[in-house]
T-cell receptor
């Protein structure tokens, strides 16, 4: 399978715990995005990387959220001191910057439930 | 602010045609995407429009009018498997995707 993969697919945690999610993009893609999606809403942009550089981070993102892409390949998203409001689907997408447009390919998502 | 509007839900009959509208107000425009998302799954790409006019791809077509800030997705010969949410997203001046909340399409036999 050469698509975008995410791990874990589901995570249940207690409020106050830290969680970390992993995303493996399509191998030749240089851009990697993190989104959060709640029921009945479209994806909400969190942050994105071009290679290993984090180029933009949403102003809505609290300092409890941090993302890395150390070698320009896989990425991790960590949420510290989770809150019930963090419960959502966390989506990762990757793309290859091209001359025309960069279609984003999404992974299956990690569904986080904070009790 | 940036805003993308789509109807929340639509219902159509198997075999029929449905048009899902999207209006947008964004800081700049570098193209408009339509994605399909089945319940519990990730969005999958359907179409991209950057110039005015109609793009046809099989049973699905997408139209764009940049002057009106308007797009629609046209689905023909509806099948039960087309039941899904359809998301409109605009690539703004910073090349960020701004997403609508999606239109839930219900297909009835």
């Amino acid at each position: 399978d050469t698509g975008v993969s995410q791990d874990p697919r589901h995570k249940i945690t207690k409020r106050g715990q830290n969680v970390t999610f992993r995303c493996d993009p399509i191998s030749e893609h240089n851009r990697l995005y993190w989104y959060r999606q709640t029921l009945g809403q479209g994806p909400e942009f969190l942050t994105y990387f071009q290679n290993e550089a984090q180029l933009e981070k949403s102003r809505l993102l609290s300092d409890r959220f941090s993302a890395e892409r150390p070698k320009g390949s896989f990425s991790t998203l960590e949420i510290q001191r989770t809150e019930q409001g963090d419960s959502a689907m966390y989506l990762c997408a990757s793309s290859l910057v091209a001359e025309t447009y960069n279609e984003q390919f999404f992974g299956p998502g990690t569904r986080l439930t904070v009790l | 602010g940036q805003n993308i509007d789509q109807p929340t839900e639509m219902t159509a009959t198997e075999g029929a045609i449905v048009q899902i509208n999207c209006t947008y107000q964004t800081s700049g425009f570098n193209g408009l995407f339509w994605y399909q998302q089945h319940a519990g799954e990730a969005p999958t790409f359907l179409s991209y429009n950057v110039l005015d006019g109609l793009e046809e791809k099989g049973r699905f077509s997408s139209f764009l009018s940049r002057s009106k800030g308007y797009s629609y997705l046209l689905l023909k010969e509806l099948q039960m498997k087309d039941s899904a949410s359809y998301l409109c997203a605009v690539w703004d001046s910073n090349y960020q995707l701004i997403w609508g909340a999606g239109t839930k399409l219900i297909i009835k036999p």
